[in-house]
Structures are given as C-alpha cells and as structure tokens.
C-alpha cells in the first residue's frame, strides 16, 4: 500500500486512499486532449502524405545502429519511426493491421485517418460534440462503402488471361523504386500467384511461394523459380554441381555418432583406445551412409552439419549433400518435392524421399557465394522470386514491393471487385456522402459533410506530389464526374492526357479500398471517444 498511496480514515471511519506523488502527474482533459490527439495523428499522416501515389517522394531511415533503409511503403516507415505519443502509434498500428490484412493501401489509410481527425478539429471549435462527429462519421462510412460497391466492377481471373491482373499488380508498383521494372516484376507476381492458387476454392497459399535475393546483377535479371531456391552450395567442392532425376533424403538428424542424452565423460587412456573409438565413428558413418544409399537416394538434405570426415566420406560413396538447411526452406523443399523429413536415420524409407527433376548450383560473377536450385519438383506450386539488385536496399524494397503486388493479386482470387484508382474512388464516395448529408436534419449532416472532405484528401495529395495544382485540378475532376456521372475519373497523375483511369488502367482492389475506409473511421471513432490523458511526470517510471 505504501508504494501506491496511504491508507486513511475520515470522521466516519470510512478509508480511503491518498494517491502518492499525483502533483507530478500530467493531465489533460476535454478539448485539450482532442486538440493533442490531433496534432501527433496529424504529424504522422502529414510525413506519409508525401510518399502517396506514383510520384510520392520516398523516405530515408536510418536505423540506431546506422542500418540504412530507403522505402515509400507506408507500414515499412511508420514501423521504424520512433513514435512515443500514444495516439501516433494507434496508427501505427493501423498500417500494420491495413498491411497484414489487405497488404496494399498503407500509405493511403494513415493519410485519410489524419485528415477525418483535421476535419474533427474544425468541428470541435464550432462547439460539435465528439460524439456526434463520431455518429457522423459512422453514418458517412456507411454511404461511402455502400456507394463502393455500387461503382465496383466484376474483374476476370482467368489461368489463360493474365492481362488484366498484370494490369492491377502494375498499379500496385507504380509508386515504388522498382517501377522501371514494373511490368516484368508484376507478371513474376501473377505467375507466382497463380502458380500456388486454388482458383476453384479462391485460395491462395502463401506459404508455397518464397522471396530471395542476392545482391549484384541487375533489378531486370529477377526471375520466377518453379522450385526452391536455397542459399547454400554442396558440403564438399568435388560433389557434382547438377544432379537429375534428384531422389532426395530430407534429414534433420545429424551425420555423428550417437550420443547419449544423458552427461557423460569419455576417457581415452591409450592409443588403441583411441584407434578403437576413430574405428566405431567410421562405422557408424558408413552405415548411415549404408542407409541413405539403401533407399536409393542420391542427395542428402541435412539441417544439421557434419565433420570433415563424414564430408569425405560421403563424397567417397559418390553420395552428394547438403548441409545447414534451415527449418523453413527444409519444410519448403519436402513440399515441394513430395518427400517427409525424417528425424531418425533408421526411419528412412524409399517412400519418405522427395524427388525433383533437376538440381543445380548456381554461380554469381567473379564472387565465390553459390545458391542451389531444385526444379522440376513432384508439387510444381512451390515457387520462388529470385531477385537481383545493386546493392541490399534495392533487394529489400523490391520484396517489399512484390510482397504487395503478390497482395493485390491474392485478394483479387477472393474477391475478383474492383474499384478505379486515381483518387476517382475517393471523389465518388464524396460526392455521394455530400449529397446524402443534405437530406439529414440533425447536427450529423456537419460530420458527414466533413468526412467528404476528409475523403477528398487523397486525390488533392496525388495531384500535389505529381507537381500540379492540387485544388484546380480536384476542382475540375470533381466538376467532369458530377456532370458525366462518371465514377472512373481522376487525377492524372502521370501526365497522360485523360483522366480515365479505367483506359490508364488504374485498378485497385474492392476489399483494399473497403478496408481502408473501415479502419481509419474505427480508429477515428475510437480517438474522438477519448477525453482524458493521464500520464506520468517527467523524471518518473512510466512502468
């Protein structure tokens, strides 16, 4: 009790409880609280507002440790941002959860959320309750996801026409580094993706598909891999380099006697003792090698390493191996060629081995570093994106931006809707929640109208990083829509002398634009419900 506060008494004998150290508490209450919630989200979404659309400026961030990472992928900068407000890192958290749920849109959800809570801002000092600009804002989220689906598109995901998901991917990497490799780097995704979906349950397993890179070579030298790659090379420099009709044994039992599992001492006090235990380790070798051989296998997988002998040895019994596989790619390599990883060498049977066409190392220039290829696999989903690249932060953002591309195109076999891009989706749910607010009496229509131009953010941000005039240019696409009725106009970004973005090709997926709309009117609800900040003074445990 004495960490906490002191137990007393009043003149009715009744306890209560003096809280200790409460001068040093900070506090905020009421419209203080809105206004501080508001300009750390506004501070937030205002450093990821530039980093929207093809022409968004990229970030730079180095890590403590001076690691350097260059990215215009929303989530990868809010990630490494050190963020220390709590309601900064409420949206954090919101592009991550955009991230893992859609994978696409992180960048656009942090910037709509700031803008709803600008927008909130301005109704608060007309003396708006935040509990009717929350209601507003629910009612408007409603219109604006009943108007998306409304405009949304029925989208054919075909094995046999491929043009139009290579057409969405496309969008999805317009905005990244990787861009002058757009169209290759979106066929590798739809490839990969088709490669591992089930088009007839709508599913997609991501497992199957894996990302590696190795630095040198050109972003244009990145390839889809129908197999595994592993970045390892054979255990011994002799072992032959390519290997066909690979039947390959999946261990992760190491190549060394056994040992018990209890503590032991062994004492070698003479050299035929010595001879006597070199012998027993020979033997033991060759008949685990006896074994593998038994089952007709002609490569071994290991997950475990071995010595130097058993390396020789194996390489004697013209029984080439693989050693220091990793868990994930040892798993990956058993489904992709139809084998079982064995644990135990007596329980290797011809049936557990996995088989594979081909084998093969693979060189890098003047550099000695060798990758292993298996193709040619019993389960031809297995797939693998190979990348090349300048230098590490090249790699690293081009899997990030094929980790999104691979998004888009897994979300649309689930849900084959589309929306236009553009910001025409945004300018359409505007119009349509400006209109429906007219019809509203109540206090909310002020929220609703609000949330329209919270909405429009996003097309004045595309327009103002592609270096036009951002209200002109709004203005005048808002202006074509209400008079066409046309809801696949926007900005146009790249300069191609239409805002059509249905003929620009500008596609993005139903559940993505959904999902962005949701989250952000969740959060924002969430925040306006908060009226009371307490929190530890400086100088004291934040525990």
């Not at 506060?5 to 809105?34: M, N, V, W, Y």
């Not at 049977?349 to 570093?369: H, I, N, P, S």
């Amino acid at each position: 009790m004495t960490s906490a506060g002191t137990l007393s008494f009043d003149e009715f004998g009744r306890p209560f409880i003096i809280l200790r150290d409460q001068s040093t508490k900070t506090r905020l209450k009421g419209k203080e609280a809105h206004k501080s919630h508001i300009l750390a989200a506004r501070a937030v979404a205002t450093t990821l507002r530039t980093s929207l659309g093809p022409n968004g400026m990229d970030k730079m961030m180095v890590s403590p440790d001076g690691e350097v990472t260059i990215t215009n992928d929303g989530a990868t900068i809010l990630s490494m941002m050190d963020v220390h407000h709590q309601i900064a890192r409420l949206l954090v958290e919101l592009s991550k959860s955009q991230d893992d749920e859609v994978g696409d849109g992180t960048t656009g959800v942090v910037v709509l959320a700031g803008a709803l809570l600008e927008q909130a801002e301005e109704l608060l000092d007309r003396g708006i309750h935040p509990i009717r600009i929350a209601d507003g804002y629910e009612l408007a989220a409603r219109i604006a996801l009943e108007r998306l689906d409304q405009i949304s598109e029925t989208f054919p995901v075909q094995a046999d026409n491929v043009e139009p998901l290579v057409q969405t991917a496309m969008t999805s990497l317009g905005s990244k580094i990787i861009n002058r490799c757009q169209r290759k780097m979106a066929e590798i995704a739809v490839q990969a993706i088709l490669s591992v979906a089930d088009l007839e349950r709508r599913d997609v397993d991501f497992e199957l598909i894996k990302v590696e890179g190795k630095v040198g070579g050109k972003l244009e030298e990145t390839m889809l891999v129908r197999g595994v790659v592993i970045d390892k090379d054979m255990s011994h420099p002799q072992m032959p380099k390519t290997i066909r009709d690979a039947r390959m044994a999946i261990l992760t039992c190491p190549f060394e006697p056994p040992k018990p599992k209890t503590k032991y001492g062994l004492h070698v006090s003479s050299v035929e003792d010595y001879r006597k235990l070199r012998q027993y380790e020979k033997e033991k070798f060759e008949e685990m090698i006896k074994q593998v051989k038994d089952t007709g296998a002609n490569l071994v997988i290991c997950q475990w390493g071995f010595d130097d002998e058993a390396n020789h040895m194996l390489l004697a019994n013209e029984l080439p191996a693989v050693r220091w596989v990793g868990g994930p790619e040892i798993e990956l390599i058993a489904i992709a060629t139809g084998g079982r990883i064995v644990p135990r060498f007596s329980e290797l049977t011809t049936e557990k081995l996995g088989q594979a066409g081909l084998v093969r190392e693979m060189t890098f220039g003047t550099t000695k570093d060798r990758m292993l290829v298996i193709e040619e696999c019993q389960n031809s989903r297995a797939v693998t994106i190979f990348i090349r690249g300048g230098n590490k932060m090249i790699i690293e953002e081009a899997k990030r931006s094929l980790h999104d591309a691979l998004c888009v195109i897994r979300n649309l076999v689930r849900d084959n809707r589309i929306v236009y891009g553009g910001g025409a989706t945004e300018i359409a749910c505007a119009l349509e929640v400006a209109k429906e607010a007219d019809k509203i009496s109540t206090i909310e229509q002020y929220a609703m109208r609000a949330f329209a131009d919270a909405l429009e953010t996003v097309p004045m941000a595309l327009a103002e990083n592609s270096g036009l005039n951002p209200i002109h240019t709004l203005a005048d696409v808002k202006a074509e829509q209400l008079a066409q009725g046309n809801p696949v106009l926007g900005i146009d970004c790249l300069q191609k002398g239409t805002n059509d973005m249905r003929t620009q090709h500008v596609i993005e997926t139903l559940i993505g634009k959904k999902q962005q709309i949701s989250l952000a009117t969740q959060l924002v609800k969430m925040i306006l419900k908060i009226d009371d900040i307490r929190s530890p003074g400086q100088g004291e445990d934040l525990m």
